[in-house]
């Protein structure tokens, strides 16, 4: 028996419906919670070119719902090790890892080998990016995004359907919505959502007539409930996106600019930081240092004038969250040289780095 | 006229029930929105699309039916 032999023996597919994956090219962006799943599913399926964008690197943290990767993929590169691990599982068709940030600058040039784009990214501006590109392109976006014990899925920009625009016409403020490494997610979800989300790759190359275009399936885990919600296609929003000359517009619009973490390795202990403690007073272990101010991160916004703003600033916290929500707000306020200390206060005394 | 609003994601738990029923006069969805920011402020500062009869609509849009769902935008993958 043949590989695909289950898929040829169903009528709808057959080796016509066969050929069609062999002969599709899919492009994952983020092989993460959703994104693995999708990976697992269409690779196995014959999917013909199957390319991996993800710039981050495997995390002990992740293996509870990545299961594509095992404690040996830990340190590697996602896009890296998912091939690797998916050629295992099919050899018989082209995989291209892209160790890449997704940006304005490379994304055309990532585009342009792919028909179906497949969204599994952890945050708004590549959500946009990645949806406003596909509908310059004419390329459909098979979308996916989880919240704890909540999913969405839905496929944009299909035969002239709604885009994400249509959905949500601005990019909400980062920070104003959390991403799993900051309020957790339950393992099975994103196996769950990812796998709708390979379903709808898999209808679109088929051509099958029920592909989740102009609506949006909502999923709660907790309570096993489906909503679906009509979505229309609102022809300003897109006019708006298809006409505009080039992607500079979407730097000027995005609200959300990722906050920047830095690790204390890469700290270079020069005279130029300022770094900035943003927890309370009351907590331990303090820190006295002659470049340290503490600005507690509820004061921060008033108290921003008290920041040399021509240092590079690190704000830290206990753990790397607060101090991301505090750089987002000097972000805000229009200081752009600033970082998120990864790993928080404790990070810093692991390897003596002050 | 009853309603019956339906809250998803993050606005459930500012709300602290995923639904609740709600007793309400008027004619426009942005109606029912102000109803709701005087009962949960905190909704006023959050993103989220309105749903009407699993129809996403405008908040300028004639209130047709009695099942409501405020949606946020996830970013989660």
């Known amino acids: ?354 | 006229m009853q309603l019956n609003i339906k809250y998803f994601g993050l606005i459930a738990e500012l709300t602290s029930c995923g639904e609740e029923q709600l007793e309400f006069q008027g004619t426009k969805i942005e109606e029912v929105l102000e109803k709701l920011f005087e009962k949960y402020p905190d909704l006023k500062t959050k993103d989220f699309q309105v749903a009407q009869n699993r129809e996403i609509v405008s908040n300028d849009s004639k209130i047709t039916g009695g099942d409501i769902a405020l949606l946020p935008p996830f970013s989660g993958g």
Not at chain 1, 65 to 94: H, P, Y
Not at chain 1, 121 to 140: E, G
Request: net charge neutral; hydrophobic share 40%.
């Open chain 1, 1 to 354: 028996m043949s590989r695909y032999s289950r898929h040829i023996i169903l009528s709808e597919v057959g080796q016509k419906g066969q050929d069609k994956l062999n002969s599709a090219k899919v492009l994952v962006i983020g092989a993460g919670g959703l994104g693995c799943p999708v990976l697992q599913y269409i690779v196995a399926s014959g999917v013909g070119q199957v390319g991996i964008v993800d710039f981050d690197k495997v995390d002990i943290s992740n293996l509870q719902r990545q299961v594509l990767f095992g404690t040996s993929s830990v340190g590697m590169n996602k896009a890296i090790a998912a091939k690797k691990r998916l050629e295992d599982l099919n050899e018989t068709i082209n995989i291209y890892a892209i160790p890449e940030q997704l940006t304005i600058k490379n994304v055309l040039q990532i585009f342009k080998d792919y028909d179906i784009i497949v969204d599994g990214t952890d945050n708004f501006s590549t959500r946009y990016l990645i949806n406003d590109v596909a509908l310059q392109l004419n390329k459909p976006v098979v979308y996916g995004a989880i919240y704890k014990f909540e999913g969405q899925v839905s496929v944009f920009n299909y035969n002239h359907g709604p885009s994400y625009r249509c959905l949500f016409p601005i990019p909400p403020k980062e920070g104003s919505i959390a991403n799993c490494s900051e309020v957790g997610v339950l393992g099975v979800l994103p196996g769950i959502i990812g796998t709708m989300m390979a379903n709808e790759v898999i209808k679109i190359v088929l051509n099958f007539d029920g592909v989740l275009s102009g609506k949006l399936l909502c999923y709660n885990s907790k309570t096993s409930e489906v909503s679906t919600l009509k979505i229309k296609r609102n022809p300003v929003e897109i006019d708006k996106i298809k006409s505009q000359p080039d992607l500079s517009y979407l730097s000027i619009e995005d609200n959300c600019t990722a906050v920047k973490e830095i690790t204390n390795d890469k700290l270079n202990f020069k005279k130029n930081i300022q770094f900035v403690d943003v927890r309370e007073f009351h907590e331990e272990p303090k820190i006295e240092l002659s470049n340290c101010l503490q600005i507690p991160l509820r004061e921060l916004e008033e108290n921003i004038n008290q920041i040399d703003t021509s240092q590079t600033i690190v704000a830290f916290c206990q753990s790397g969250i607060r101090s991301k929500k505090a750089v987002e707000i000097l972000l805000n306020q229009g200081v752009t040289n600033c970082y998120s200390l990864k790993g928080g206060v404790m990070s810093l005394f692991e390897k003596q780095s002050i």
